[in-house]
């Protein structure tokens, strides 16, 4: 029987080397703790990002396709916006807190841009938004700079973040699948990774 050794020898598994799996969601001590650094050192557009990535709960291509204009009404940032998920198709609606607003006007006016411009532009000419792979690697920095390991996070820990939150404090699984935009209730379990928890807990207040 023949073997190509070449294919063998060349044919490196993608993921060799690298942690695959769920990535973790941020705790609220990350959150605090990133949002001091990028305030002190004053990276508007990397604040006003993080911030609007933790209330919309959207998924990184979603997130930097924002336009100006999905976000505010003229010189006002909404306290609400509605977007089409590239992925679903589905419309899903979130939040804009009074710290996003802040963030998000400040980067508005230092950027210039308005109406149907991209709300997180590229400095890349190519692109006119920034990239999924460019808005990762300030992920990992972001990380690294309050001494976490930047493996053991990607983009769709900011998405997790606020809903993981959620969950642990309401427990309404309904809410977070509106908020996710998610079809089904099972991609919702799934995704937060949360049954065997819950499970375990609810086991821990029963002394027989």
């Known amino acids: 029987m023949f073997t190509n050794t070449t294919t063998s020898k060349t044919n490196t598994p993608w993921n060799k080397g690298r942690l695959i799996g769920q990535k973790s969601p ?12 990028l305030r002190n050192e ?18 990184a291509c979603d997130l930097l396709n924002l336009r100006v204009s999905d976000a505010s009404n003229g010189e006002e940032i909404n306290t609400r916006a509605t977007v089409l998920q590239q ?17 998000t006007s400040a980067w508005i006016e230092q950027a210039g841009v308005m109406g149907s411009d991209f709300l997180f532009p590229s400095r890349i000419r190519k692109s006119q938004h920034l990239s999924t792979r460019q808005h990762s690697r300030m992920l990992s920095s972001w990380m690294a700079s309050i001494g976490r390991d930047p493996t053991s996070y990607g983009t769709h820990s900011m998405r997790r973040t606020k809903a993981t939150l959620l969950y642990r404090r309401t ?16 991609s919702t379990v799934r995704y937060l990774g949360i049954e065997i928890d819950d499970a375990l807990e609810m086991s821990e207040q029963i002394d027989v």
């Open 171 to 186: 427990k309404n699984l309904r809410a977070i699948q509106l908020l996710l935009g998610h079809s089904k209730l099972d």
């Open 26 to 37: 941020l705790s609220m001590q990350d959150v605090w703790s990133i949002r001091m650094k």
């Open 87 to 103: 992925k679903t198709g589905r419309p899903v609606q979130f939040e804009i807190t009074r710290k996003t607003r802040k963030s």
């Open 42 to 59: 004053s990276r508007t557009r990397d604040l006003a990002l993080f911030n609007m990535a933790l209330d919309s709960k959207l998924r």
